[in-house]
């Protein structure tokens, strides 16, 4: 155990984080200081300031990082058309390194040598905070007090609670959530528990923020997204900023039993694990920049930039934000967006929103004159195909001659 | 204009291709042998022997490939969860190679030197026939009229129709389709006229095979597919042939709502075009193959398939079934499939099929004792984290010290 | 054949391009601007303005393009370690875009309408010159009298000099060079008769670059070449501009009997052809620059690199230098360079140049305090490998218990 | 610390490894037995049968690896073409799962619960080693005493050896070899204490396999290699078994001083680290393998393998043998080799090997009436070059004219 002067910790307010930072307090004889972020995930953060107090922290920070979270990490992840394993939309991987940056900040800002989160030994968020903490301060101490301490039940944990005078609410006593749940303005996770089963379908009242898509309105509603330099600047009309744009998408995707996934996942530790994810602007920002992309983006930078996709997907997943090598790809994919200027148009109703319309004024690549089926005026000369497929063709037809040799 | 002796046509009965067999006879005075095939476009096939008959054409080849096509076509692509461009299932791409392959063996069983088919010179599927027919017979001719003849225009086709003596249906004269349409057991496709906006949506009655998502049913329903080495064998219960399982995807499919997609893709001969596509029982498969590797395939080939796929898919695309580069992934891909045996279930609702169960009681590697958040009975080691983080940021922390340095 | 008002024409001075000069006036009835450049192929310029004048050209440009072809082409090029099939340097195929690029700018500058060059219909140039100018000015027009004449034996083409009054050298008469070369200063190539069978070795009196190892000197020597942003800006101490430095690793290289190849290569238009190359400064900067970058590029970043390479370099080989997805690579690649600055010695000796140092005062991230064998003071913690390779195995031995079961 | 009843150790016979055996019985006061493995490295076994039975072990295993080794390891390697970040061979990577795959073999022929190898905890051979073990036996406990012990300094070792009556040599009195070495039939490698700074050039005497490419002979020597599926299997007209063959080829590259490598490689524990090497068989091997597939082997067929080698090279140097994604892509490249069959020549000279000829009676791709610069008789259509150069033109034409908008 080494020697800590001061830790900032990773402060939700809740049952969990006050327990650490007690435990911190004892166990490691250290000040703490407490970082409590507004990503989007909708509870009140005020209550984490009075319980800290409480504990006895003097230093508090409490940051609304929302427009940083969208603008800086969600908005650039969505230029690639992230997708983790063919399904997840990184949710919850892509809101780590944010906080991992700001706990070194804080750390820099108070003098502290060391940082804690409140994440277990299993996950992948234990990664993603401290592989992010290690790329901005080598020097750092990182403390995750599930690896350390012994209070591996949950019994223990209320016990260690109640002894040190930390208020435990009564759902905690009664067994607490069902699930273990993340969320910010990109979705909400489930976890755990009643989900260990990948057999058994997860039940309705589990789902938070979306209305399951029996309930959603019968009529259908569309939404028109414009882009600019791949990032959504606009829906229906109304210039936004990102956070604002992202959370009135939520609304609408929830509305409409948008963004439910059940998946089964390779976490980066090893082992296979079960989640429920509601991602309801994601899903719709998705299918809009893939179709954005569609008539403005060259075909060989749209190959290329899906053929690399899954790395930097996983690379996101496996907690390398701040690596060099996301960056470099980062600067492919940024690179790539240059013209990835226009408008779609979705279609959402009852779980699936369907693009159904798109076009860019500035930037269409798409040029009906050739692509048409009538008379083109001799804008293609179809004559060029049989070099094209002959050429194509010619290694393929000599193997073919050894083969008949 | 090289001398013919025979060709063999890929034949629907049409009006195109039926104005094609003339043309081959007039402009080359060859025999001409006809080839019609059954994939599941779900039109009679028996008309195309009686026209083919009273234009001269001896030998008529009817085909049922039904059962080849989904088990050495669809299936296989689909072991790599194949998708282009982030959304097209490649229904009519993978029809195209099977083609070509019945063509040269025709002209083999027929001792015809020549093929021809009635793709036009600015798509894909001429490409498609013929680096296939290249591939399997280097030697071979290929004819493509479009690409040769002056009949430029609807009204010069309909001309040369009444000319010689070609029955015209009152739909052609009427101008014929708004669509340029193509049909299989995988999936029906929409090109042209009035899709040649892709500003504007599509008509709601252009879709065939799904009923719109308003019109499904309103109440959800389940359906479980068993897998075996990748390849779907049973549904609901009942072991069916795979054209025939792939036949019942599709009907319920259609009933939900499920598999429209509206597309603007980018063609191999280098112009972007927009396509609509239904494709019902392919949507829900590829979600239940995913589903299914999901809990029986190993992280690191999962994600290797992952990388991969883009390029297959390409592969497929732009008409490269039997090349060795795409045999070769095709040996990886199916090397991968021995452990893809076990079920999934998802549930069909309004437009969109979600999984919401999977299971392998042979075969997986989800393991509820190491992934529980519940007490594991020392499945896993916490502590192994540790070290695990620290020596995947040793690079990370030797970079950052050189950043302060 | 479309309607010509001025060409620019790719003028050696040469045979060849001689009687492409003459026929191009005659078939298009169009006036002929000449370009001329000196790219290091070490050949005087001076003669072909006075055959072009000869031949009655008005606009005569010779330009020396040393500097930008090695600074803007061969330079980024390096960057990425560039080699097409495991071999091949791409000498000839990174000077191709310059060349396109300077046609059109002098079509632009003289109010061309076309361009024309005298690479042949078989060979990857005619593709290069062609995408690039492509690329560049979308409605050029494009000759190459190769694909359209009927000159299509030397008889043929030295009968039509003869008869037009061009100048027939002597070599000309008696069959010309036994080779067919290309140079400039990453290269020299040979490609054509002797070289057609490639089971036979070349000839000695073939090579004209680099002495033969056997006739290098006997006494090895050491070359130092500093790098800043993974450019090479010195040689042995001497800060020297890109082409001067080049210019005197050639120098180098030739005199130690460095950088000779003898290939069998895939051209883009589906042959394989043999080529034997001379590139005695490009092979020694490759392995300077590899041996730079292992001591200053991450890991990770190193290995992205060189799983794009070999995409990066089909697409410089097959012309698409001007292309937006070798654009987009390229900017990855020169993110990555930042901190690639420091210097590498070599030693040359016999055919082999061998890396014998490498440091980096300013961005080594190699760390011997880690590294060593010796006690390393607590900078590393072997204990840490202990849960590394628990959990990097925790997915395999999950798997093993699958089989076992 | 767990119970331990019976543990297999990879023991050399040396000092380390017999100070490991002593430390094992004392510590976990378990049986050992010993396995040795003859896989080339030109060490006498014998007296390590004698050492460990005067160290009281009582089942001894000394078994010759060197067929299988080359058979299943380092061939199958090879047809990759396999190359970790554009140097390294891989020599001692690829020996490691052979060994992990023989120590289980020996677990579970003894009846013991554990392995013990003699690894640092800073290199990649502990990982190499246990990444096999556990996912070819996941029960299996294995000891890493340096990772465990304290004789941190090689005066405790020795300390320890001399309390414990282990014959310690008058060269380890002496402070032992300068560098720390490894060596099998396909290379020998130096890492440690001289070559720790990275700008100095090692020192002459280290090298043992290679003479200088200053001492080779004068003269040139050739050699010719006989492929059959991608695998050699003669030399200079002789069949000779795996094993034999590559130690005839280390024998002839080793005389001619080739296969020296001094390189910084990045470790997969995440540092840096200076290793020299002489691989004489592997390099001549790597050439002559990638000339006949330059001639056997489809164009995109090569540029795929070309495109994962890196990975490929990645998981072997890794330790990823027995993984399931490194089974998978073997798949992959053995379907390749099919064709790969024929001759290649070499000429060895001083420090290179210059492929200087190459043929396939069987297989080759090359047409000399293709590729040709003379009149191919019409084998090709040059004019098929403007159709194929124009259609892979079109997207960059349409894109640039949207620039020009």
Redesign the interface.
């Known amino acids: 155990m080494s020697t800590i002067r001061k830790v900032v910790l990773a402060y939700s307010g809740g049952l969990d984080t006050s327990v650490i930072l007690k435990w911190l307090q004892d166990r490691y004889q250290c000040e703490v200081v407490t970082f409590t972020a507004d990503i989007g995930q909708g509870e009140e953060l005020e209550p984490a300031r009075e319980k800290a107090r409480k504990l006895g922290v003097k230093e508090i920070f409490i940051d609304d990082l929302r427009e940083e979270f969208v603008r800086d990490f969600v908005f650039p992840m969505f230029r690639a ?1 992230t997708v983790y ?3 997840y939309l990184l949710g919850t991987s892509i809101a780590r390194p944010l906080i991992a940056k700001r706990l070194i900040e804080i750390a820099a800002l108070t003098g502290a040598d060391a940082i804690a989160h409140g994440a ?3 996950g992948n968020d ?2 993603r905070f ?2 992010g903490a ?5 020097d750092i101490k990182i403390i ?1 007090p ?2 350390e301490w012994d209070l ?2 949950r019994e223990k944990l209320l016990a260690y609670a109640e002894q040190h005078g930390i208020p435990v609410e009564m759902k905690h006593k009664a067994g607490g959530s069902p699930y ?1 749940m993340d969320a910010n303005l990109l979705h909400i996770s489930y ?3 009643h989900l ?7 039940e309705e009242d589990m789902w938070r923020w979306t209305v399951s ?2 309930k959603a309105p ?1 009529e ?1 509603e569309y939404v028109e997204i414009v882009f600019e330099r791949g990032d959504p600047v606009a829906l229906n009309g109304e210039r936004l900023s990102p956070a604002a744009l992202l959370a009135e998408l939520n609304r609408l995707g929830g509305k409409h039993g948008i963004g ?1 996934l ?6 980066y ?6 989640g429920c994810y509601e991602t309801p602007g994601g899903t719709i920002l998705l299918k809009a920049h ?2 954005i992309e ?2 403005t983006l ?7 930039k ?2 690399l996709m ?2 930097y997907a ?1 690379l996101i997943y496996n907690g ?1 934000w ?4 996301r ?3 980062q ?2 994919i940024d ?2 967006q240059e ?1 990835v200027n226009g408008w779609v ?1 979705l ?1 959402l ?4 929103a ?6 860019s004024p500035t ?6 004159r ?7 005026q001799g804008a ?23 083969k ?1 040799r």
Request: overall charge negative.
């Open positions: 058309n394993e063919g399904e277990t030994g299993k234990q990664v401290e592989l290690y790329a901005l301060n080598p995750a599930w690896r591996t039940s273990s976890e755990g528990r260990e089963n990948p057999a058994a379908e997860p898509p029996e019968d259908p439910r059940d998946l089964v996942e390779n976490r530790v090893g082992m296979k694990s079960r893939r179709a569609s008539i060259d075909r060989e930078v749209a190959h290329l899906d053929d899954p790395r996983s390398y701040w690596s060099p090598e960056k470099a790809l600067a492919l690179h790539t013209h148009r279609k109703y009852k779980g699936s369907m693009v159904v319309g798109r076009d930037d269409s690549l798409f040029d009906p050739i692509a048409t089926f009538e008379d083109d293609y000369n179809q004559g060029d195909a049989t070099g094209f497929i002959r050429l194509n063709a010619l290694r393929m037809r000599i193997a073919a001659k050894r008949h």
